[in-house]
């Protein structure tokens, strides 16, 4: 009875067959709220309070667009191929014009050789050389141009300094916010033999881990059920 139950749980997991639409629907509404809210601090009074909490906002949101991608990768944005792709290449574009078939491959090669020399998301090294190290298998001289061109055009329309503080540095902030609770804390230092993922995760706490990370500090159960999409990934932790 146990092992049934087990079964139509990870079958509802993998095929989302409650809500077959939601991945969709929650992906849009995250792109929709990054928009929105790029559009309203891009437009305010830099000497209003709202400095701190905007940037917070946009890195938290600018993170939940990588996420939207990474699922994509895993096909659990929608069950329809062409748009769970379309939304893929559109949220990685909208992370500092990332190419999502360079990432789709790398991410692949994680989930294949966690922690290992293999593993492009791994560095046997301290905090910055790993993160750097991470950074560098990712950007490329294509991104760093359209990010300036980007950049360049935004001023002309807005403050330059809301341009830096609600644009430029969230999508920078989201790169550390990924990497420390999605690459670093979960792979470094040494794993059990038995740990075939060489992964961890944090302690359960969803509210936590919904702040820091869209859950993916529940790491270990994300290698371990990569079918699953992130807003449900607190139900196997």
């Known amino acids: 009875m146990v092992n049934g139950a ?32 790029l559009t309203f601090f891009l ?14 906002l946009q890195t938290y ?6 996420i939207t991608a ?10 329809n191929s062409t748009i ?17 078939n360079k990432l789709y491959h790398k991410h692949h090669l994680h989930h294949k050789h966690p922690a290992t020399e293999e593993d492009p998301d791994y560095h046997n090294g301290k905090f910055l050389a790993w993160y750097f190290s991470f950074l560098k298998q990712y950007i490329s001289i294509w991104q760093i141009i359209f990010m ?3 950049y360049n055009v935004l001023k002309y329309f807005f403050t330059e300094i809301n341009v830096l503080l609600f644009w430029a540095l969230p999508s920078v902030l ?3 916010q990924l990497f420390y609770f999605g ?12 740990n075939a993922h060489k992964a961890r995760s944090q302690n359960k706490n969803h509210t936590l881990a919904l702040l820091t990370c869209y859950f993916f500090g529940y790491h270990y159960e994300h290698h371990d059920k990569p079918y699953v999409p992130w807003w449900q990934l607190y139900k196997t932790r």
């Open 84 to 100: 769970n792709t379309a939304i893929g290449k559109l949220c990685t574009l909208l992370f500092a014009f990332n190419n999502y």
């Open 70 to 79: 990474h699922d994509a990768m895993h096909g659990t944005v929608s069950r």
């Open 148 to 150: 300036a061109i980007t």
């Open 183 to 194: 690459t670093y804390l979960p792979h470094k230092g040494a794993h059990d033999i038995k």
């Open 61 to 66: 949101l600018y993170t939940g667009i990588f």
């Open 43 to 56: 437009n305010i009074d830099i000497e209003t309070p709202l400095i701190i909490a905007g940037i917070l």
């Open 174 to 176: 989201s790169t550390f």
């Open 6 to 37: 087990n079964k139509e749980k990870n079958s509802e997991l993998l095929n989302n067959n409650v809500y077959p639409h939601k991945g969709v629907i929650i992906g849009t509404i995250i792109i929709f709220l990054w928009l929105a809210s």
